[in-house]
């Protein structure tokens, strides 16, 4: 079983803090994404990235960063924590990009104060 | 631009009962089109897809969707629903026609609340 952890289920940082969250996936996908989740609105993805060191902006990549430098691993950054990125997070990783589905971790909900 | 709508915010449901979840789409190509649940405070599970061939897919805990090119749809479906069907249902698509960077990026729809009753 494909299994992707993420580094916390609950957070809660202040406003202007450096947010690191961590994303592992134990079965060698190539592409991993960040999604986040919010009532009403579905997913919206953040960043992606198809290969070690390489990323790309998905629809809402203002004020997030990333970073992978190894595959399994793929890194979230919010560099200045603002209330409006209060969300659930989600973390993806999947084999193929076209016909793969997407495994995803069990999420991590961040609270902004 | 492509696109998914589940027209439902909410589906109910008595226990027993067959269940549909509705989904269309809009693409420029051929769709690859993704069912995922998600349970209360969980990441989303894959639950069925269509790449290609038989319009009829199966799935995972006796779930079924059927895709139609002419209606532009891929609707969940299950002949008899369970209180452990509760749950919140998002459909996807992937647009092949769609090159560039974004390309193979899944499009979710916003999600559909099943409440199955006993």
């Known amino acids: 079983d494909v299994k992707v952890t993420q580094s916390s289920r609950y957070l809660v940082k202040r406003t202007g803090e450096k947010v690191f969250l961590e994303c592992v996936q134990d079965?060698?996908?190539?592409?991993m994404f960040w999604y986040r989740q919010d009532p009403g609105l579905g997913l919206r993805l953040i960043y992606f990235?198809?290969?070690?060191?390489?990323?790309e902006k998905g629809d809402i990549p203002e004020g997030y960063s990333v970073s992978r430098e190894k595959k399994e691993r793929f890194s979230l950054i919010l560099e200045s924590a603002s209330t409006n990125q209060t969300s659930m997070y989600l973390c993806?990783?999947?084999?193929?990009?076209?016909?793969?589905?997407?495994?995803f971790g069990p999420g991590t909900r961040l609270t902004v104060t | 631009a492509q696109s998914v709508a589940q027209p439902e915010d909410q589906v109910n449901v008595a226990e027993g009962n067959p269940l549909t979840v509705k989904c269309t789409y809009s693409?420029?190509?051929?769709?690859?089109l993704f069912w995922y649940v998600q349970y209360p405070n969980r990441g989303l599970q894959f639950l069925l897809k269509?790449?290609?061939?038989?319009?009829l897919v199966k799935g995972s805990y006796g779930f079924e969707a059927e895709f139609n090119k002419s209606q532009t749809s891929f609707h969940l479906k299950k002949p008899s629903a369970l209180v452990s069907d509760s749950a919140l249902y998002f459909c996807?698509?992937?647009?092949?026609?769609?090159?560039?960077?974004?390309?193979?990026?899944?499009?979710f729809g916003k999600g559909t609340k099943l409440s199955v009753k006993p």
């Open positions: 993806a990783s999947s084999l193929g990009l076209m016909v793969g589905e997407q495994y």
């Open positions: 079965m060698d996908h190539e592409n």
């Open positions: 990235s198809y290969d070690v060191k390489m990323k």
């Open positions: 693409v420029s190509g051929n769709p690859y």
């Open positions: 269509y790449i290609t061939g038989d319009n």
């Open positions: 996807a698509v992937r647009d092949t026609m769609n090159y560039g960077g974004s390309q193979g990026n899944l499009i």
